[in-house]
């Protein structure tokens, strides 16, 4: 069965700075997509970034970037420029080609000070 | 942007009722999605749907059933309610085209006393 570890309970970053995030996954599959969902206090969900498997370039979106290393099973979410609205829960997730389901870790708390 | 919709935002049931919840999907969106999300957890999948069919199956208890309706909004129906079936229960949808990116609503808040 596949995993997800997040292994960075809380993380701080000061306004303006840029921060990185940690998600290993574990799967034997070799096709699947990878994501990162932000979930701020009013508790949404927010589609962050994706990752297709099979491409190697790394996701971008504005101030937000991976760094998907595919051999390591490692999927890092990189906030450059930090604001004082990225304050929240970030998820880690994985799908594989085959179901429905995204498999969540469990969560990064990201804080950001003024 | 249209957003997926649910509703009620807000439920409060007591043990051992009914619970209905109900989601409207992105426009032309046809797989619709349900999570259950406890409090301080990750969510956790249920249930998903694709032209009304069952497509997926997660750790969804035997009390709660779903469908998907001809026009695409799904229903969790949850029944025999216990204390701890209070969570946040999320809806998502995808389009069959992208079907890979799954859009969350806000989200019902049900609250079992």
């Known amino acids: 069965a596949q995993t997800v570890t997040q292994s960075q309970p809380e993380m701080s970053v000061q306004e303006a700075e840029t921060v990185t995030l940690s998600c290993t996954y574990d799967t034997s599959e070799s096709d699947y997509y990878l994501f990162w969902y932000k979930q701020p206090p009013s508790r949404q969900m927010i589609l962050v970034i994706r990752q297709e498997a099979y491409k190697q370039q790394n996701a971008t979106e504005n101030r937000f970037s991976v760094n998907f290393q595919k051999a390591a099973k490692s999927f890092s979410l990189k906030i450059s420029d930090s604001q004082l609205g990225d304050a929240a829960m970030y998820f880690c997730a994985y799908r594989s080609k085959y179901t429905d389901k995204l498999i969540f870790g469990t969560g990064t708390r990201l804080q950001v000070f003024p | 942007a249209a957003g997926v919709i649910q509703s009620p935002r807000h439920l409060i049931k007591e043990k051992r009722e009914t619970a209905t919840l109900k989601c409207y999907p992105i426009p032309r969106h046809d797989t619709v999605y349900w999570y259950q999300q406890g409090p301080g957890q990750d969510p956790q999948f249920l249930i998903s749907?694709?032209?009304?069919?069952?497509?997926d199956k997660g750790s969804i208890p035997d009390r709660f059933s779903a469908q998907q309706f001809s026009d695409y909004h799904s229903e969790l129906n949850m029944s025999s309610l216990e204390l701890g079936d209070s969570a946040l229960y999320f809806c998502?949808?995808?389009?069959?085209?992208?079907?890979?990116?799954?859009?969350f609503g806000p989200g019902t808040r049900l609250l079992v006393l």
């Open positions: 749907f694709y032209e009304k069919m069952q497509s």
């Open positions: 998502a949808s995808s389009l069959e085209t992208n079907q890979e990116t799954q859009y």
